[in-house]
């Protein structure tokens, strides 16, 4: 083993795949990528970290309210590109000519490129670690959408692409808790 600059120790347990979150301002809709996500528990509840320097966080924080649309690797330009440009004085959606969709349960739409999109609200904000909590309370997925691949920021601009999957539901069916 040789020593790592610890500085760059996330990169190697770096969370969940990249998503975009959409917001609504009550002027307009915003979209921002997201590297760090996180699943709290068997439960419809996530976290995401961003903070007062991303121009999202003011209408998560006023209104309580987004969706996390989960692109694929097909998509990466696009989410590294709304990454890199503000929604202060950029329209996202139309830039990256991307198809917002009216949501149920919530103002933000849903992004109907994606392969999945979950209404959430804001449930806590901790603000010492820059997190934010979501419950969701509506999910999608397009079950037609031939590219299912996610992609995981490493944290130094290079990506990891979702592989294969590998089923071992019957070897751990004993230890899941009931109705997962």
């Known amino acids: 083993m040789q020593a790592l600059n610890l500085s760059k120790a996330f990169t190697l347990i ?24 996180m699943v709290m528990d068997f439960t419809p509840v996530f976290a995401i970290t961003t903070g007062e320097w991303n121009y999202s966080f003011a209408a998560l924080r006023k ?8 692109p694929t690797v097909d998509l990466l330009d696009t989410v590294v590109g709304i990454g890199t440009c503000s929604g202060a004085d950029t329209d996202k959606f139309a830039r990256f ?3 917002p969709v009216q949501a149920s349960l919530v103002r933000p ?14 449930i806590d904000i901790v603000e010492k670690h820059n ?3 979501l419950e ?4 999608y997925i397009d ?10 920021a490493v944290g130094d601009g290079t990506f990891i692409v979702d592989g294969r999957k590998i089923d ?11 109705g997962v």
Not at 63 to 70: D, K, L, M, S
Not at 110 to 115: G, Q, V
Not at 136 to 139: E, P, S, T
Not at 143 to 152: A, M, Q
């Open 14 to 37: 770096e969370s969940g795949p990249v998503v975009l979150i959409t917001t609504h301002d009550v002027k307009k809709n915003n979209i921002m990528t997201i590297s760090w996500t």
């Open 63 to 70: 209104h309580r309210e987004c969706v996390i649309a989960i």
């Open 97 to 99: 000519q991307l198809t």
């Open 109 to 122: 739409p849903l992004i109907k490129e994606c392969l999945a999109n979950i209404e959430c609200k804001v």
């Open 131 to 133: 997190i934010i909590v």
């Open 136 to 139: 969701g309370v509506a999910a």
């Open 143 to 152: 079950s037609e959408r031939k590219e299912k691949r996610t992609v995981h």
């Open 168 to 178: 071992r539901k019957t070897m751990m069916a004993a230890k899941l808790p009931p």
